[in-house]
Every structure is written in structure tokens, then in C-alpha cells.
């Protein structure tokens, strides 16, 4: 059986090393393909470590096979990033199951939500309260515990609204869930504890550096832990001098073509661009009741690699994706031998060899629709590596997948 995982593993951590292990133990022979954000997380944030690494431990923790969630998905709302993820598990024509977490051990009650989403007695409650200025997020949580009479706090768990959204794709799929429930600690918990902690809050401890390595080990694995000692972290204020410069030399009608702004944001960008001091004030400067930090940062990087409302339109009317192969395994190399048989999308291993750098520049518009979203996912990691001063340009041209032989 293929058991599919969509994760940011930002860092990998005790508790996806507890998730490989529980699908192990529920599904016999099972072969684990994960399919990861890249440098980028849905958030709008760097990742800790770059995408590389972080496929390579993730095989080390267990994984078969990991692949890339291309950009124009993984930074996106929890809808697209779920939908964007679950169609490429679909498209290898392989996937049994896939297996998510959620902080309540109840999968008839979120499938029951994850069809509520497509009414059309939602979709009319969801405008009214869109119409009185609060953010999507909000107002989905608020329809739904309205309409499952059940409380707003429960839908509002960090990891819930995501597994519903997994859910809701699941529905166009043969792939069957395997819910398996959080333990120990939240999703964006902030405290760290002894066996299991969140992604955030060993974020959070490595960057304040208010808690010893020795803590910090008792949550991850000791290759992960190696890592994150030797690395350099990413500062998002690297990026606010070259965003300022970009702002300021737009037209306004390219700033209302980026993906995402909406409703004059656009004036309030530039405006906010001419007055903030650095990255953090000019993030806060955005915040509304309405556009929520998470949805401005997705924002800033969508400017940044210029991805037009246009872009979107084609890659979410168009079925073509693709598996971009980081790491894998023996039983994942296998895996991939199979996926070639029963997949019709590119099987992306060698980058060099679906698009050249010069096509990069040149922005050809004679570019498949594959190609040109994975032009985005370069170019992302392009702007990734400025907040490294040890990380080149064009590393997804230099870097090959790891390959982990024992």
C-alpha cells in the first residue's frame, strides 16, 4: 500500500516521526511518499532549512520518497495548499491513503464539515460575513460552527480547518484518509516539550536561543538537531530592501496584477512601503481585521516573483502538474520506477532537463504549463538564497535529489 503525507517538516520533529510510525503500524507494508513545501512554507515564511535538507531528513526519519509541492500551491491559502498537494498524489496514479493529523480523533465529524464547505447554504453564510470585514479564515470558522453547532474554538485548533480542507479534495479522489490524531502538542504550540513539540515552538527556541541545544534534542533527532546547529538561520529582513526598491519602481497596474491584491491593498502596499523601517513594521502595517499576517506575507512573496492573478488562473484550470523528486530511499527509488508507469506527468529529477536557466530570464511565453509553474519554484528559491549568505543562486539547476542507499 502507498501511504501519502503532505508536510512542511520545518523542522522534522518527534511528533511526524510518531506519525511515520503509527501509518507503519495501521497500514502492512506500507511505502511513505511525502509531498513537502519548498524553501517557501504556506505561512509566507523561509522554512528553517532549505528544501534539500529537509527532504534528506525526512527520508532519515522514515519517509520513502519525498516530493516538491510547487510554489504557486504551497504558499497559498489551506483550500489551494490542500487541493494543489492532494492533485499531485493523485496524478501518480499510485496513492492508496493518505494520512493527516487533526487535534480531535473525529473523522465523521470533519468529513461531514468538509462537505459542508461546498453548499450552497455555507457559501451564502460565508458572504455575509465576508461582506462585514473579517478575514476568510474567520468567517469559515464561524459559518461552520454555526452550521455543525459546535464550538468556533474547536474549528479554530491550528491543524483542523487543514484536515477538513484535506478532506473536501479527498472527495474527488479514490484516495482514502487515515486520520491520525495529534498527541502531546498543538500544531503552533510555542512551548517546547520533552518528547513531542511543535514545528513552532522549536522554531521559536531556535531562533530566541532562550532554550539549550540539550532541551531543544529531547523534541527532534539527533541528524536534525546536527543540522540546525551548524546552520545559519533565515532572516525574512533580508528581503525588505530589495521588496522596498521593487515596490517603489512598479506601476500601480502591475501592483493590481500580482496574485492576491485585492480591494486597493495595492495603494496601501505602497504607501506602507514608504513609511515602514523593516520588514516586521511594514508586515504589520498590512494587518487588517480583513487581510491576515499570513495572507500579507503570501502576498509579499507573490510580488516579489511576480505571480500574476493570470498565472493562477491557468494553474488552477489546468490538471498538468508534476512530481519533483528532492529525496528518496531504496523502497521510494522502487516507488519511483512504478510512478513512471502509471503517471502522464513529468517526473522531474534533473531540472536542467524540463527548463534552462536562459528560459528563466527570457520568461519565454513558448513555456508548457508545467515548465512555466516550475519557474516559479526556481525563482523562489533564488529569492530563498538571499537570506543565506552561504547559499548560491540557481541551486535548483546545482543540487541533485539525496538518495539514501541503506
Not at 447554504?121 to 478575514?135: A, C, H, P, T
Not at 502522464?344 to 529529477?349: A, D, R
Amino acid at each position: 500500500m502507498v501511504v501519502g503525507i503532505i508536510a512542511e517538516y520545518n523542522p522534522f520533529h518527534n511528533g511526524h516521526r510518531y506519525q511515520i510510525e503509527q501509518i507503519r503500524k495501521k497500514v502492512k507494508d506500507a511505502t511513505i511518499v511525502a509531498v513537502m513545501s519548498g524553501n517557501f512554507t504556506q505561512r509566507g515564511e523561509a522554512a528553517i532549512l532549505d528544501k534539500f535538507t529537509r527532504a534528506e531528513l525526512a527520508i532519515n526519519g522514515g519517509c520513502d520518497l519525498v516530493l516538491e509541492l510547487p510554489f504557486v500551491f504551497a504558499v497559498r491559502s489551506a483550500q489551494d495548499f490542500a487541493r494543489g498537494a492532494i492533485n499531485l498524489l493523485k496524478n501518480l496514479g499510485i496513492v492508496d491513503i493518505l494520512a493527516f493529523g487533526a487535534e480531535i480523533d473525529d473523522i465523521k465529524l470533519l468529513q461531514k464539515a468538509a462537505k459542508i464547505l461546498d453548499t450552497s447554504e455555507f457559501n451564502q453564510m460565508l458572504r455575509d460575513d465576508l461582506s462585514k470585514g473579517i478575514s476568510y479564515a474567520s468567517a469559515t470558522c464561524q459559518v461552520l460552527s454555526k452550521i455543525l453547532s459546535i464550538d468556533e474554538k474547536i474549528l479554530r485548533l491550528p491543524n483542523l480547518i487543514l484536515a477538513i480542507e484535506y478532506l473536501r479534495a479527498l472527495n474527488a479522489t479514490l484516495i482514502k484518509p487515515l486520520l491520525i490524531p495529534r498527541v502531546l502538542s498543538q500544531h503552533n504550540e510555542k512551548k517546547l516539550h520533552s518528547n513531542i513539540s511543535s514545528a513552532t515552538a522549536i522554531r521559536t527556541s531556535v531562533y530566541l536561543k532562550k532554550t539549550s541545544w540539550d532541551q531543544i534534542s529531547e523534541t527532534i533527532d539527533n541528524k536534525t538537531l546536527e543540522v540546525l546547529k551548524k546552520s545559519e538561520l533565515p532572516s525574512m529582513e533580508n528581503l525588505f530592501k530589495p521588496l522596498i526598491m521593487k515596490i517603489i519602481c512598479s506601476k500601480i497596474t502591475e501592483l493590481e496584477n500580482i496574485y492576491g491584491m485585492n480591494e486597493g491593498l495595492e495603494n496601501k502596499l505602497i504607501s506602507s512601503a514608504r513609511s515602514s523601517e523593516n520588514f516586521e513594521t511594514l508586515v504589520n502595517s498590512l494587518v487588517s481585521q480583513r487581510y491576515t499576517r499570513t495572507r500579507i506575507q503570501r502576498l509579499i512573496l507573490h510580488f516579489l516573483i511576480k505571480l500574476q492573478k493570470e498565472d493562477i488562473a491557468i494553474f488552477d484550470s489546468d490538471s498538468i502538474n508534476y512530481a519533483r523528486i528532492l529525496a528518496f530511499n531504496q523502497q521510494g527509488r522502487n516507488l519511483i520506477h512504478l510512478i513512471k508507469k502509471t503517471t502522464n506527468i513529468p517526473i522531474i529529477n534533473k531540472v536542467s532537463k524540463h527548463i534552462l536557466s536562459r528560459d528563466i530570464y527570457k520568461q519565454s511565453n513558448n513555456l508548457k504549463v508545467y515548465q512555466k509553474m516550475l519557474y516559479f519554484d526556481i525563482i523562489s528559491s533564488d529569492i530563498f538564497s538571499i537570506l543565506y549568505p552561504n547559499i548560491k543562486l540557481g541551486q535548483d539547476f546545482i543540487k541533485s535529489p539525496y538518495y539514501n542507499i541503506n
